[in-house]
């Protein structure tokens, strides 16, 4: 049952430039979306959300597009950092219909090279 | 910054074996979550918990599964009599309302043998 898919399950991206990461789900039930970074050996760090009411959603380096008609997101970071370097996590929740749950994606590592 | 402490980081049990998954949540959340993740697999939900009870659960939360909230700021996951598939990292988190991102803790490794 994968509603949430990470397609890339890695990605590698020089320092300086765009990292462009994807995410595609499957219930049209979900209504609230959510990126997390995930360092080896520590919990998955939240970052940036976005209602289903939006289509767009900008904090600092970060922003996640949300094109609903595709059930698409996808992460940008620009510009690529060293410290970038992690597991990338998108989620989802159906929070309108009561649901408090995430369910999250496979992961896309990401490796920014110096 | 606030932080979501687990207890301990790593936890090895014989099958059979009833454990104990403790954690800590940031003193103002009112929402509470336990997840898992198998060794390569996805995040997965197990429960959530607001107002002092269970208020969403997953399919893998079964009868072996418990929480609780004992003292007001302590929030345990329990499992009765471990199995080998229960190995996994378990992470739990807080938020402090229902449309916030949640903060996770570090997470406890569990490992049946």
């Known amino acids: 049952d994968q509603q949430v898919k990470q397609n890339s399950p890695s990605l590698s991206v020089q320092e300086g430039r765009i990292s462009i990461l994807n995410c595609d789900y499957t219930?049209?039930?979900?209504?609230?979306f959510l990126w997390y970074k995930k360092y080896p050996a520590e919990g998955p760090t939240f970052l940036i959300s976005i209602s289903s009411i939006k289509d767009k959603n900008e904090d600092g380096r970060f922003t996640v597009f949300l094109n609903k008609s595709a059930k698409h997101l996808s992460l940008h970071i620009v510009p690529s950092q060293p410290g970038d370097s992690a597991v990338y996590f998108c989620a989802a929740s159906a929070r309108l219909q009561g649901a408090q749950k995430l369910v999250f994606g496979q992961g896309t590592r990401l490796t920014i090279n110096p | 910054e606030p932080e979501v402490t687990q207890t301990p980081s790593h936890q090895v049990t014989q099958m059979g074996q009833e454990v104990i998954l403790r954690c800590v949540p940031i003193?103002?959340?009112?929402?509470f979550y336990w997840y898992r993740q198998i060794l390569g697999q996805k995040v997965e939900f197990l429960v959530s918990f607001y107002n002092n009870e269970i208020s969403e659960k997953s399919e893998i939360f079964d009868d072996q599964f418990s929480v609780e909230r004992p003292d007001g700021s302590n929030f345990t996951l329990k499992i009765r009599s471990t199995k080998l598939e229960d190995s996994a990292m378990y992470f739990c988190?807080?938020?402090?309302?229902?449309?916030?991102?949640?903060?996770f803790g570090s997470g406890t490794r569990l490992t049946v043998v």
């Open positions: 988190a807080s938020s402090e309302g229902n449309s916030y991102g949640y903060t």
């Open positions: 219930n049209s039930m979900f209504d609230y």
């Open positions: 003193s103002n959340h009112l929402y």
